[in-house]
């Protein structure tokens, strides 16, 4: 079984657009969308949920007001700020160590769990789909991250699948982490705008750290001929793989707007020619892994 | 005043529109807490100053006093330690630095030591006073290094801090105890889908808000009949213009290639310290 | 060799549960004898680090192999410590299953 994870670094350079297109494009798999913290995936590929199970991850210390001493030796351990004056935990600071718990001389803090978000596995017309939405202010969004991903190991064993197509969130940090860590293949999509390149160049060195081979997709690359030059000379150098390149197309926006998968909105022609060869490149790289 | 730009997904134009209100204005601070890709710097163009290193403490095992009794791997809620044979494992990207096994080894034998979880950058460019903290690659830790971009505020003058994308912690930490909050979106599902996560957020935290609607297309419906219905107010539109996206592309911000973006940005501030009642 | 099986169950015959962090058991099992023990994995209801929870749990047994489906980093880096050989196969199968067709293979 082999995961393909989609990233981008800079958040908004066509990770998921590119996601729901490569679902209709292909066969034997699982979709699984990890931009927990914000996922939209599924307003394309449209599942129908079969089971929905709550996210627990993280607790939070409740002082008991009534027993409280004031003796102020919470406040003093809590590295996070997470206790008031008036001796409330605030929920958002509280990162659930259990210090104050553990201090406490009269036992008047307890611990409570909290739902962090939610995830369901779903069916759609392209397969079986594993999303997650994350509870707004959380953390632990890693965590959510590596359950969605095992949770589509899982189906794809159950059904005989043999691939599964990650849509990763932006950025570097945590769920990044977790999106891309064992994966077979990474497709990063970028942008030839100055801060397109910037982030190009730490989400590619992730994926150096995490040992995961790296194939990049400029996409609007005529927005600037120039920019995307530079990129692909930075990527001649890294020796990694510019897989496509994807024109600026106000098409592209309005399938978005109309809520269908660009190769299949009759619209446009162009582009989704583009993208499914795109999809015979990057799936004939990922065979041969 | 603390103005706080964020939105629920990344590439709408936080940052566009955190610069170009930092660029407009006078007396201004920026402030970049998106701190795994920052970028106002690639439009701000600042003179570093100065260079931070940014640590956490981790726990480390002095092994002379040490038995293996594995009460630091039972105490710690973050699976941080594992207790093995005759090694004490510490995980430093699980751990939260909360101090809990170095104050409970029976032992004492746990002690701490700093290690660098990203950098803080500090100068000025174009007039804005400038910062930005960059978290370092393979670190989890975005919401402290957050918290300590934000301790280089200056109250003196009118600040305005750059979210990360998204509605989890560190952005939240970006968000917190500002005066006014602008959610960017895009008039599109995904723009919609995620300002609804952002308006969420923003409510949860306590700060006043309204929306930027970048990439308009001029009626963008879709945003403005959830806004209307949910009473909340449209501050300012950005046309989708390739011009505008072919300038971004190339590190240019609105205000330096079109003069009356300064007044566009002057007005939506106004509008701001009006609400807020300033 | 004591062979430790990350199961759905309490038993023999039940499934293996693939995620070494999270799975609800660990049945430990004696390949000579067959004579088994589960033992509740504390990485399951962990808020994090399960992985590194789990891993203590086969600590405190004497465990040679650990058959599971699969193992992040983390957990890696205990079971390398442990000096526990870790198969990322056994997926699919009951705990019997697993262990049988581990110690055919060898």
Known sequence: ?????????????????????????????????????????????????????????????????????????????????????????????????????????????????QENGRWHIAETEFGPMVFAQLGVAEENSGQLVSLVRKEAQKLAKENNLNYIIIDGPPGVGCPVNSAITGAQLAVIVTEPTMSGIHDLMRILELTRQFRVPALVIVNKFDLNLENTKEIKSYCQKQQVEVVGEIPFDPGVIEALKAGEILVRFSGDGKVSEIVADIWKRVFNRLQLI | MVIS??????????????????????????????????????????????????????????????????????????????????????????????????????????????????????????????????????????????????????????????????????????????????????????????????????????????????????????????ARAENIPILLKIPMEREIAEAYSRGISLVESDDNYREVFRKLFADIQGRVGL | MNIAVSAAGDSLDDQVDGRFGRCPFFVFVESESMAYKAVPNPGAGAMGGAATKAAQVLAESNVDIVLTGSVGPNAERSLNALGVEVVTDASGTTVREAVSNFLDKK
């Open chain 1, 1 to 113: 079984m082999k995961e393909l994870v989609i990233v981008s670094g800079k958040g908004g350079t066509g990770k998921t657009t590119l996601a729901a297109s490569f679902a209709a494009l292909s066969n034997d798999k699982v979709m699984a969308d990890c931009d927990v913290d914000a996922a939209d995936l599924h307003l394309l590929l449209k599942p129908n949920i079969l089971k929905t199970e709550k996210f627990i991850s993280s607790q939070v210390a409740v002082i008991d007001q009534e027993s409280c001493l004031a003796c102020d030796i919470c406040r003093n351990v809590c590295r996070f700020d997470a206790i008031s004056e008036d001796y409330v935990v605030n929920p958002m600071d509280c990162e659930g160590c259990r210090f104050c718990e553990r201090m406490c001389p009269i036992e008047a803090i307890h611990m409570e769990k």
């Open chain 2, 5 to 226: 730009v964020a939105s629920g997904k990344g590439g709408t134009g936080k940052t566009t529109i955190a610069v170009n209100l930092a660029l407009a204005l006078s007396n201004t601070q920026y402030l970049d807490c998106d701190v795994e890709e920052p970028n106002g710097h690639i439009f701000l163009k600042p003179d570093i100053t100065k260079r931070v290193s940014v640590t956490l403490p981790y726990p480390r095992v002095n092994y002379d006093k040490c038995d293996f009794c594995g009460d630091c791997a039972k105490i710690c809620e973050y699976g941080a330690i594992a207790v093995v044979k005759n090694q004490v494992l510490i995980f430093d990207d699980l751990c939260h630095s909360c101090g809990s096994c170095v104050m409970l080894c029976p032992q004492k034998a746990i002690y701490e030591v700093p290690q660098e979880i990203g950098i803080i950058e500090i100068g000025e460019g174009k007039g804005v006073l400038f910062a930005h903290g960059i978290l370092k690659l393979g670190s989890t830790r975005a919401h402290p290094l957050v918290q300590e971009v934000k301790k280089y505020s200056d109250v003196s003058k009118t600040i305005i801090i750059d979210a990360p994308p998204g509605t989890s912690c560190p952005v939240v930490e970006a968000v917190k105890n500002a005066d006014f909050c602008l959610l960017v979106t895009e008039p599109t599902p995904f723009g919609l889908n995620d300002l609804k996560l952002a308006v969420e957020m923003t409510r949860e935290i306590g700060v006043p808000f309204g929306i930027v609607i970048n990439r308009s297309d001029g009626k963008d419906s879709i945003i403005f009949d959830y």
